[in-house]
């Protein structure tokens, strides 16, 4: 992205304001697709990364054979997007709210493909009551644990309790035995490897250390994906889908064998938390995304303070969770005060040089996360700004 050009561009709109260079993302569009498409693995894309129906659509559109449809972070936003004219929606995180699972079960029976996750006896027979009053089966995925066992430690997230065949056998079969469930396959995102930056330069022996990590974490992942989805197959089930996957992780999961199709998002807009990935993919990616606050104040020599600008990713708490200033060259963040809620101050060689209602640039730490702060995207072509989308918040829609 052109920052000196994408600030002149706004000098105009009301701001905050998100940018999202098209260019860029389509080039990181096409940058993903050719490493799947050389292993034949669909995409899945990753709807909480984006969070902008024009931006779904455009990925589909720019994927073309490689689409293999959405993956949503919450029932109600599968349903929305249902309702918006998409189809083949995986909802990832499962859910045991009655009036979500009738709603979804309900699109499944009106012959929309929906598939949502199960990973224990209760979300299998919350789902089921759901099936049972639409009066048609519904199709679920059984989310599996990828993270690593090593000397005791246990190395990756929290979510699923599901680690070994004979747990995924388990639930699958609870599923089955309800008679108002399909079955279609697993959920098995490797998150040590997807999730974590490990080409920091003021860590290299740390990063040294997680790159070994995720080394051994990949042919574990492979090895126990591989495992379980024969299991399935094993014991009569219909494994018709695989997923795993994320930007992080691209190249090692669409190189996997059992794996059926592969989910990304993030990468299209290239936050900041993937500038310290090893990955050849990642490093070949251009950041599209960044947002706008205006230089407001001037509290000193050496700092200035702009209105807005506190968009703090999720995830553990640290400094890289914060946005970074990318233009004016020269400005960053106080440590002592940060992104603010309504007002951020500057700091840097830069500052003195900065004039009050200016244009400040941030990029975040994560892609979706802060189009839940705006109403809108400015989509910038070509040096000029070329249209303007609503965001999930924007079109009224509210999914937690």
């Known amino acids: 992205m052109d ?8 000098s105009g709109e ?13 080039r990181n569009v096409a940058r993903h697709v050719a490493v799947c498409a050389a292993k034949a693995k669909p995409i899945r894309v990753a709807t909480k990364s984006l969070r902008v129906r024009a931006l779904i659509d455009r990925v589909k559109e720019k994927c073309g054979a490689s689409f293999g449809g959405l993956m949503c972070f919450s029932v109600r936003e599968a349903c929305f997007l249902a309702q918006n004219g998409h189809d083949d929606l995986l909802v990832a995180y499962p859910t045991l709210a009655p009036g979500d699972l009738l709603a979804l079960a309900r699109l499944g029976a009106d012959g929309k493909r929906m598939i949502v996750t199960v990973d224990s006896e209760e979300s299998v027979r919350a789902a089921a009551n759901a099936a049972e009053a639409s009066g048609a089966k519904l199709r679920v995925v059984v989310c599996v644990d990828t993270s690593l066992s090593l000397f005791g430690a246990h190395l990756g997230v929290r979510r699923s309790p599901l680690a070994r065949p004979e747990d995924v056998l388990r639930v699958a079969r609870l599923a089955r035995d309800t008679g108002h469930l399909t079955v279609v396959g697993l959920l098995a995102y490797e998150a040590l490897v997807a999730g974590v ?3 920091k330069a003021s860590a290299r022996a740390k990063s040294a250390v997680l790159r070994m990590l995720k080394s051994r974490s990949i042919d574990d992942v492979r090895a126990r994906r591989l495992a379980m989805s024969s299991a399935l ?13 994320g930007t992080g992780s691209l190249e090692s999961t669409a190189e996997d064998a059992s794996v059926t199709e592969v989910s990304c998002g993030s990468g299209f ?4 938390l993937f500038d310290e990935y090893a990955s050849p993919l990642v490093r070949s990616l251009e950041p599209a995304e960044v947002f706008a606050v205006e230089v407001t104040r001037r509290p000193g020599p050496g700092f200035v303070t702009c209105a807005g600008g506190g968009y703090i990713a999720s995830g553990e708490a640290g400094a890289d969770r914060l946005p970074v200033v990318v233009h004016p060259a020269g400005l960053s963040l106080l440590a002592l005060e940060g992104a603010g809620e309504v007002q951020t101050p500057l700091a840097g060689a830069g500052a003195d040089a900065c004039v009050l209602g200016s244009v400040a640039l941030l990029r975040p730490a994560k892609a979706g996360e802060p189009m839940e702060r705006f109403a809108e995207v400015l989509l910038f072509s070509d040096g000029k700004i070329i249209g303007r989308e609503k965001t999930y918040r924007g079109e009224g829609a509210c999914f937690g």
């Not at 000196?4 to 561009?9: C, D, M, P, S, T």
């Not at 807009?269 to 900041?272: E, F, K, T, V, Y």
């Open 269 to 272: 807009l290239l936050p900041h």
């Open 14 to 26: 009301t701001l905050p304001a998100m940018v999202v260079d098209l260019d860029a993302f389509d």
């Open 197 to 199: 930056a490990d080409q």
């Open 233 to 245: 197959r094993d014991d009569g089930f219909d494994v018709s889908l695989v997923n795993g996957g």
């Open 3 to 10: 920052w000196g050009v994408i600030a002149e561009v706004l």
